[in-house]
């Protein structure tokens, strides 16, 4: 197995990572389970180590993906320009990650609202990397980026015959 495969099965994991533990989360707050806050904040925490793996073996995919026939070029310069920013957004949520652990486990008065904190982080990222894997989706799967106007008027001239 080499980066570019690497990069192309991690990729998913800060996606999902930050949305799933964003749900965890918002259950430990609601809940006041200080547990499930802490299972959280590790679900994050492995999420921003996936999103650095991703960066890192960013260049090796796309040095694959310039060699295919087909593959824009503009398409994986947006998509590496979007990394930055979702990676920065994953470094911070598992740093603010690692301080809720700390806050958590010295019962802090601040526990709570820190919790809250990190989940805005936790929204924030997911947002930033959800549009990241979206641009590097289109690299490949041109299928995304079509008109779907095109896409109903060719089905419903196929019904009319």
């Given at each position: 197995?080499?980066?570019?495969?690497?990069?192309?099965?991690?990729?998913?994991?800060?996606?999902?990572?930050?949305?799933?533990?964003?749900?965890?989360?918002?259950?430990?707050?609601?809940?006041?389970?200080?547990p499930t806050k802490i299972a959280a904040?590790?679900?994050?925490?492995?999420?921003?180590?996936?999103?650095?793996?991703?960066?890192?073996?960013?260049?090796?995919?796309?040095?694959?993906?310039?060699?295919?026939e087909g593959v824009a070029k503009n398409?994986?310069?947006?998509?590496?320009?979007?990394?930055?920013?979702?990676?920065?957004?994953?470094?911070?949520?598992?740093?603010a990650s690692i301080v809720g652990i700390?806050?958590?486990?010295?019962?802090?008065?601040?526990?709570?609202?820190?919790?809250?904190?990190?989940?805005?982080?936790?929204?924030?990222?997911?947002?930033?990397?959800?549009?990241?894997?979206?641009?590097?989706?289109?690299?490949?799967?041109?299928?995304?980026?079509?008109?779907?106007?095109?896409?109903?008027?060719?089905?419903?001239?196929?019904?009319?015959?």
């Open positions: 197995m080499d980066q570019t495969h690497i990069h192309l099965l991690i990729t998913h994991l800060p996606i999902f990572g930050s949305i799933l533990g964003g749900f965890v989360l918002a259950y430990g707050i609601w809940t006041n389970s200080n904040y590790n679900v994050f925490i492995i999420s921003a180590i996936g999103a650095g793996i991703a960066y890192l073996t960013g260049e090796a995919a796309e040095e694959t993906a310039e060699n295919i398409m994986i310069d947006q998509h590496e320009d979007f990394a930055v920013f979702a990676l920065v957004s994953l470094i911070v949520l598992g740093v700390l806050m958590t486990v010295r019962k802090s008065s601040y526990t709570r609202k820190l919790a809250f904190v990190i989940l805005l982080i936790s929204l924030i990222s997911f947002g930033l990397v959800a549009r990241t894997g979206y641009l590097g989706g289109q690299i490949r799967h041109t299928e995304l980026s079509q008109d779907t106007s095109i896409l109903f008027e060719n089905s419903e001239s196929q019904d009319d015959d």
